[in-house]
Every structure is written in structure tokens, then in C-alpha cells.
Nanobody
Framework: QLQLVESGGGLVQPGGSLRLSCAAS????????IGWFRQAPGKEREGVSC????????RYAESVKGRFTISRDNAKTTVYLQMNSLQPEDTAVYYC????????????????????WGQGTQVTVSS
């Protein structure tokens, strides 16, 4: 059974850092593109970053460019989201999602492109 489990969320002060992990089980991660999304209270879920199956292509939302870095370790079946210079507006539940990639370099930007979702991890940025 395909499963995604996020971890690494928590409470951090403005300017701090967190690294989120998305651990995959039940499928071969190499064949899947991964996306990170977030949803703040009272707001719609939005895309944060995505990475191709090969790891060679990445995309970021404008709001996180230069602060967040997505990466993957297919051998460890884990995708990471390194978040630096966190701000209160980054507070949200963060989700990872997966879908079969047509090619190793395919990138998928929208939440409706993804079939499989984790349960989410809370990130709170506050002093």
C-alpha cells in the first residue's frame, strides 16, 4: 500500500529553520514526482515546491524562492524540504504528495496533478 508520511514540523522562531521529510513506502520512489503543499488556517492549499522523479528539475513558489530547498534521496525513499529564514506567514500544515511521472524530468505544479497525499505536518513560526 502506497503511503507518504511527513515529519519534521514544529514551532520555530522567525528567522529559524526546519527540515521536513516525506518518507515513502509501498512504491518505488524513483518513478514518482513529488510536490510539497501547505494550507494555512482559513486559506486554500497552495503549492510550495515540486521535484521531478530524477531530482533534476525543481520548482518553487515565488513566496519561498531563495529560502526553501527541495531534494530527494531515492535510495532512502525520502524527499526533503529545507526551510530557512522562516516567517510567520509560513505557518501552515505542510503536505507532501506523489504521482507517477511520465518521464524522469516531468514536473507537476498543481495539487490536482497528484494522486497520493500524506497526512501533513504542522509548521508554526512565532516568537
Amino acid at each position: 500500500q502506497l503511503q507518504l508520511v511527513e515529519s519534521g514540523g514544529g514551532l520555530v522562531q522567525p528567522g529559524g529553520s526546519l527540515r521536513l521529510s516525506c518518507a515513502a513506502s509501498g512504491f518505488i520512489l524513483n518513478n514518482y514526482a513529488i510536490g510539497w503543499f501547505r494550507q494555512a488556517p482559513g486559506k486554500e492549499r497552495e503549492g510550495v515546491s515540486c521535484i521531478s522523479a530524477s531530482g533534476g528539475s525543481t520548482r518553487y513558489a515565488e513566496s519561498v524562492k531563495g529560502r526553501f530547498t527541495i531534494s530527494r534521496d531515492n535510495a532512502k525513499t525520502t524527499v526533503y524540504l529545507q526551510m530557512n529564514s522562516l516567517q510567520p506567514e509560513d505557518t501552515a500544515v505542510y503536505y507532501c504528495a506523489a504521482r507517477v511521472a511520465y518521464t524522469s524530468g516531468s514536473i507537476y505544479l498543481g495539487q490536482y496533478d497528484y494522486n497520493y497525499w500524506g497526512q501533513g505536518t504542522q509548521v508554526t513560526v512565532s516568537s
